[in-house]
């Protein structure tokens, strides 16, 4: 709801209305409206992601930053865990619809939770390091998890049929080496894709031509 913003360092300092806050592996709440910290979740230090509704936050702990956990928003109780990861988790993001989890180590893998049974459901990407771009976006309808590659061509964007748990295309940002972001429209009909060096491509998720491409 924009209401609250997260931050979560190993250790380093935040500045708020509070003041300088020091922070050492955990991850703070705050009001966006007053710039007050509300929460402290002590071992959250790492990758982190709001569910759709603003309650639950889900966020990298332990050494290595390598387990992840769901926090209760309101509370700063610890929920569940949903288990620890090889590598060091590099994104979170929730579906749209707020039933599924994915999350992307440093390993190259991308896991997939479904959050109504808490059991992890696919792995992509493993075991070569295809996925370590800390990109990830779920198409509106939940029903597509875009992740770019780090390995060979660095200018791609993997889709994944989620309900078949089944590799559909890969996108090309021709020369945006390396992919920094992926956006689905809210209708889903287009993702754009961006590199690091400015360039943005616009094609149609489901003709999967490129409609436009813009420079910095």
């Known amino acids: 709801d924009g209401r609250t913003l997260a931050t979560g360092l190993e250790t380093g300092t935040v500045k708020s209305a509070e003041g300088p806050s020091e922070l050492s592996g955990a991850t703070s709440l705050w009001n966006v ?19 759709p509704d603003g309650m639950v936050l889900a966020a990298a702990s332990g050494t290595g930053a390598s387990t992840l956990y769901l926090w209760t928003a309101v509370t700063g109780k610890q929920a569940s865990g949903l288990g620890k ?27 997939l939770w479904n959050l109504v049974t808490g059991r992890l459901t696919e792995t992509f ?22 992740v770019p590659l780090n390995s060979g061509a660095k200018d791609q964007v993997n889709l994944w049929n989620l309900n078949a748990n ?12 390396p992919v920094t972001s992926v956006t689905f429209s809210p209708d889903g009909t287009m993702i ?25």
């Open 192 to 216: 754009a894709i961006s590199g690091q060096n400015g360039r943005t491509s616009l094609l149609g998720t489901t003709t999967l031509k490129r409609l436009a491409t813009f420079t910095d």
């Open 33 to 51: 409206s007053t710039g007050k910290r509300t929460l402290t979740l002590a071992g959250a230090n790492g990758a982190e992601a709001f569910s």
């Open 125 to 146: 990407g493993a075991p070569s390091p295809a996925y370590t771009a800390a990109v990830l976006a779920f198409s509106p309808d939940s029903k597509i998890l875009a």
């Open 85 to 111: 990861l090889p590598g060091t988790i590099l994104d979170v993001a929730f579906s749209p619809d707020g039933k599924l989890l994915a999350a992307e180590d440093n390993t190259g893998a991308v896991y």
């Open 166 to 177: 089944r590799f559909v295309t890969t996108l090309t940002n021709p020369g945006g080496l």
